[in-house]
C-alpha cells in the first residue's frame, strides 16, 4: 500500500534521527535520541488513527490528543485492553519528559531498554496499519553505518542462536552484553519448551540452567562454576555499577554459548525436571523429589543443615 500519510512520513523522519543520535559515542546524544524516539511512536499512532478516520483533535483542549489518550484510541481499534508495551511506552514518554523539563540524563542501558520498546511497538503498527516491515525500511533508507551498530536491526543472513553469535565491533561491549543474554534466555526458554515443560513458569535462567547442568549425566562442575559470574556481569553493567570490557564480555559470551550448548545435549527428562524444580523454589540443584519443604522456600526459618540431615535421613 502507497502510503502518503504526512504524519507518517515525520515520523519514520524522527525515527531515523532518533537512530543517529542512538548510535553516537556521545552521552548527551543519547538525550537527543530518546526525545525522538516518544516524538516517532507518538506521531506513528496518530497517523494510524487518522488513517482509520479515528479523531486525533481534542475540542475541548483546543490541540491534540496526548499520547496516552491515542494508545487508548488505538488499543480500541485494534480490540484490546491496551496495546502491547504500553506501560513501556509510558515509562518513554516520562524519561521523555524528565529530560524536557528536569535536564535528566540517560545511560547506555537505559537507552538500548527504550529502543527495544520502540522497535517492538512500530514494528507490530507499521506492519498492522501501513503494510511496512519496519527491518526493510531501515536497511532502505538508513545509512547502513548507523543501522548496522543497532542490534534491534537483524542482519540479512541467518545467525546462531549463540549469545556470541550477537557480538558486533560495531557497538559497545556493554551492549553485545546485554544482545548476547538476551538471545542466551529466549535460548533457554526454548530448550524448557522443547522438553515439555512450561517456559513461562521459569523463574530465574540461572536458578535452571545450574539445576539442569549440575544433573547431568556427566557434569562439567568448571562450567557450572563459571556460569554464576556471567550473571553477576550482567548484573553490574544493567543497575549501572560498572562497564564492561570487551574481553570479559568474550569470555562471558563464551561461558553462555557452553551452557547453552551443555542444555540441549541434556536428556529431555533432565531439563523437564530442573525446570519443573526452579518452579517450585526448591533450593541449590537438588531435582528430585520436587515437593519445596519449608527449609527449601524459606531458609531463614530453617537451617541448611537442618534440611540436609533430613534429606539424608529419607
Not at 3 to 20: K, M, N, T, W
Not at 71 to 77: C, D, N, P, Y
Not at 244 to 258: H, P, Q, T, W
Request: proline fraction near 5%; include cysteine; charge should be negative.
Amino acid at each position: 500500500m502507497l502510503q502518503r500519510s504526512p504524519i507518517l512520513r515525520f515520523a519514520l523522519e524522527v525515527f531515523d534521527h532518533s537512530l543517529a543520535n542512538a548510535t553516537s559515542t556521545n552521552p548527551r546524544d543519547w538525550k537527543m535520541a530518546v526525545m525522538s524516539l516518544a516524538q516517532s511512536v507518538e506521531l506513528a499512532v496518530k497517523a494510524a488513527l487518522v488513517e482509520q478516520n479515528v479523531p486525533i483533535y481534542d475540542k475541548k483542549a483546543g490541540m491534540t490528543i496526548t499520547i496516552r489518550d491515542a494508545l487508548g484510541k488505538l488499543a480500541e481499534l485494534w480490540d484490546q485492553d491496551r496495546v502491547d508495551m504500553h506501560s513501556r511506552l509510558e515509562l518513554l514518554v516520562d524519561e521523555r519528559n524528565a529530560i524536557q523539563h528536569k535536564y535528566g540524563a540517560i545511560d547506555e542501558v537505559t537507552l538500548d531498554y527504550h529502543m527495544e520498546t520502540v522497535f517492538a511497538v512500530l514494528r507490530e503498527l507499521l506492519q498492522r496499519e501501513f503494510d511496512i516491515e519496519l527491518d526493510d525500511w531501515i536497511r532502505g533508507e538508513v545509512d547502513q553505518t548507523i543501522w548496522k551498530k543497532v542490534r534491534f536491526v537483524p542482519p540479512l543472513e541467518p545467525v546462531s542462536d549463540a549469545p556470541s553469535a550477537s557480538a558486533s565491533p560495531d557497538r559497545s561491549a556493554t551492549l553485545d552484553l546485554i544482545a548476547g543474554f538476551v538471545s542466551y534466555e529466549q535460548s533457554v526458554r526454548k530448550a524448557v519448551e522443547s522438553a515439555g515443560a512450561d517456559p513461562t513458569r521459569l523463574g530465574s535462567t540461572l536458578d535452571f540452567v545450574l539445576k539442569a547442568l549440575a544433573n547431568a549425566p556427566e557434569p562439567d562442575r568448571e562450567l557450572v562454576g563459571a556460569i554464576p559470574a556471567v550473571y553477576r556481569l550482567r548484573n553490574r553493567v544493567v543497575h549501572g555499577f560498572g562497564t564492561a570490557a570487551n574481553d570479559d564480555v568474550s569470555k562471558g559470551l563464551a561461558v553462555l554459548d557452553r551452557a547453552l550448548a551443555a542444555l540441549n545435549a541434556l536428556p529431555r527428562s533432565t531439563v523437564a525436571e530442573a525446570s519443573e524444580a526452579s518452579s517450585l523454589g526448591v533450593r541449590g540443584t537438588r531435582i528430585k523429589g520436587l515437593a519445596p519443604r519449608e527449609c527449601d522456600v524459606s531458609p531463614e526459618f530453617a537451617p541448611l543443615d537442618e534440611c540436609e540431615e533430613t534429606s539424608q535421613g529419607g
